[in-house]
């Protein structure tokens, strides 16, 4: 893999501070978890929380449709609509390589 | 600016680690944050799925755009069941979340590189529907102006007051673009 020859813009996002009580147990079961995979534990902690709220995120994202909009898709929904705007975009000269 | 001079070629891959995320500029900050900040984990976590956009001359490349897609499912807004017509309120689909060019192939306005990418993202999704479901395409225009960009593309609107979501059936998408 080849990569731009530009140089990379560095961002560094905002730090904020969080803090839990937790059990001691949970607490040497995170400490024995970071130590495995050979990070702090902030990183471990923060990684794991990163990884969890992105799933409850998108689990919860649903597109809301209006009742008749949405009975009316459902009406033919493996039935392809006329849409001359689509047909007009697959003819456009392609420029990306498949 | 790319210089108008080179050959160039284009494709679109996965993201991977080690493209210059850092350098893409599509002229609307939250889409370049979000390439750079965010792209990986959400990819990491089996949220979505990032693919770049790359230009390529000799051995080398620069990301020029991307896409993102994960699944979703589209509701039927909140109406008493006795009207509704016996399927199911939900349906699976997929989102395309996120969708940008860099300023400098936005400037090619021949190439239309918004909608050469449209397309590409397009193909992809009817690819993974085909291999493992979803009904619908669904996108979050984040403003009245890719509303537009996105109804002139075939999309429609989801009817739903106040909302810039846009649906396509996968079954309209298949036939226009693999015929």
Redesign the interface.
Known sequence: MTTSTKPRKKTTPPKARLEARIDADLDDLITQAAQKQGVSKTAFVSDAARDAALKVIARAETTLMAAEVFDQMMASIDVADDSPELEELATLPRRITQ | MTDPGLEL????TKL?P???L??FDCGAPGYN?WL??HAA??V?????AVYL?LE?HE?????VGYYAI??????????PKS???G??Q??P?W?LGKLAVHVDLRADKD???G??????A?ETIVSVADAGGG??I?V?ADNNGLVGFY????F?????EG?L?L???V???????T?
């Open positions: 070629t284009y494709r679109v991977a080690g493209y210059d850092g350098a944050e750079v900040r984990s959400s990491q976590a089996g949220v979505s956009l390529e051995d080398t490349s620069r990301v994960s699944p979703t499912q589209v509701v039927r807004d909140d109406v009207l509704s017509r399927w199911p939900r349906v689909a989102k190439a239309q590189w909608r050469q990418l449209l397309r590409d397009l009904k619908v669904v979050d109804a002139r593309n075939g429609k609107t989801t009817g739903t909302d979501a649906f396509m059936k079954s309209t998408a298949r036939k226009a673009l015929a």
